[in-house]
Nanobody
């Protein structure tokens, strides 16, 4: 059974930074690309960033230049370093392996950016 545990969210002022972590279990972590997603109140869940199994990143336009995704295959963990946070970054953040047909989510971690 796949388990995804996100952590690291919190309340931060605009312009600040946070680093999110996602620990995965129940999968052969280093085989799969991983993604970070977010869902703001009233909005659908959108992709924020993905990393290939070898660490090649891809970012949504809204976060390019501010967020950095990375992974530690030895720890089965994917990270999201978020800098220059904006109020529009306020959301619950989730991670997920990019596996066709896989649609299970963890509890997410809430990020709130204040003005």
């Amino acid at each position: 059974q796949v388990q995804l545990v996100e952590s690291g969210g919190g309340l931060v002022q605009a312009g600040g930074s946070l680093t999110l972590s996602c620990a995965a279990s129940g999968i052969i972590f280093n085989v799969y690309a991983m993604g970070w997603y977010r869902q703001a109140p009233g909005n659908k869940r959108d992709m924020v960033a993905t990393t290939s199994r070898l660490g090649t990143p891809n970012y949504a336009d809204a976060v390019k230049g501010r967020f950095t995704i990375s992974r530690d295959n030895a720890r089965n963990t994917v990270y999201l370093q978020m800098n220059s946070l904006e109020q529009d970054d306020t959301a619950v953040y989730y991670c997920k392996p990019l596996i066709a047909g896989f649609n299970s989510w963890g509890q997410g971690t809430r990020v709130t950016v204040s003005s």
